[in-house]
């Protein structure tokens, strides 16, 4: 059972358009973590969001917190090659020792 | 500074066959997760250390999974009998605090094939 799920699971978009990637479960998060990860590498985190409603910007990248606690999401804006990756939430629970990780967005940015 | 380091990068084994794979975290940070990654997919939690503390061992899929912490820093992870379910990468991570909340830096991983 994945506590979250991402949609889209891929996604391959030309440089220059915009894009939002989902992050949903039905369980309450303390926090919620995105990561960006490239082929060969561990994942790298882009961004905690710890209040819900908050917003977090980071250049053309928008991060949202749900209300509620137990969604979030990633917009894109003017997308470049070099934001190909996969992309990964990953959320943290009161008393849990480890992040819960989302299912990933595999996103290709075409030149 | 230097970051998580994982060893080996790739290992091939035969079916039946133990393997180890080492993670060596980033120094001073008390605590130290494994993951498991299957096809570019999100990481599946396998195991949790944190100082002298007893391990969180409630992500191991098996009783052929194991994982030691030599005197808080490197870690081992070792699989025996293994399967080709086990086939993925198994991603190490360590954190400066001891809770989900905070950043964890991950190593490169260990990219695991049975045959």
């Known amino acids: 059972t994945q506590l979250l799920e991402q949609s889209p699971q891929f996604l391959s978009i030309q440089e220059g358009e915009n894009l939002t990637v989902y992050c949903n479960s039905s369980?309450?998060?303390?926090?919620l973590q995105w990561y960006r990860q490239e082929p060969g590498e561990g994942p790298v985190l882009l961004v905690t969001?710890?209040?819900?409603?908050e917003v977090k910007k980071l250049k053309r990248l928008t991060f949202q917190f749900g209300d509620a606690r137990k969604d979030s999401s990633l917009h894109i804006t003017a997308a470049q090659p070099g934001d190909t990756g996969l992309y990964l939430c990953?959320?943290?629970?009161?008393?849990?020792?480890?992040?819960?990780f989302g299912t990933g967005t595999r996103l290709t940015v075409i030149p | 500074g230097a970051g998580v380091s994982q060893s080996p990068s790739n290992k091939v084994t035969e079916k039946g066959k133990d393997v180890e794979l080492r993670c060596d975290p980033i120094?001073?940070?008390?605590?130290l997760y494994w993951y498991r990654q299957s096809l570019g997919q999100g990481l599946e939690f396998l195991i949790y250390?944190?100082?002298?503390?007893?391990?969180?061992k409630s992500g191991l899929p098996s009783d052929r999974f194991s994982a030691e912490r030599t005197g808080g820093s490197v870690s081992t992870l070792t699989i025996q009998r293994t399967q080709q379910e086990d086939s993925a990468v198994y991603l190490c991570?360590?954190?400066?605090?001891?809770?989900?909340?905070?950043?964890?830096?991950f190593g490169p991983g260990t990219r695991l094939t049975v045959t």
């Open positions: 991570a360590s954190s400066l605090v001891p809770s989900g909340a905070y950043e964890q830096y």
């Open positions: 369980s309450v998060f303390s926090s």
């Open positions: 969001v710890v209040t819900g409603g």
């Open positions: 990953a959320g943290d629970q009161t008393g849990a020792n480890n992040l819960f």
């Open positions: 120094s001073g940070h008390t605590a």
């Open positions: 250390f944190q100082g002298n503390s007893a391990p969180d």
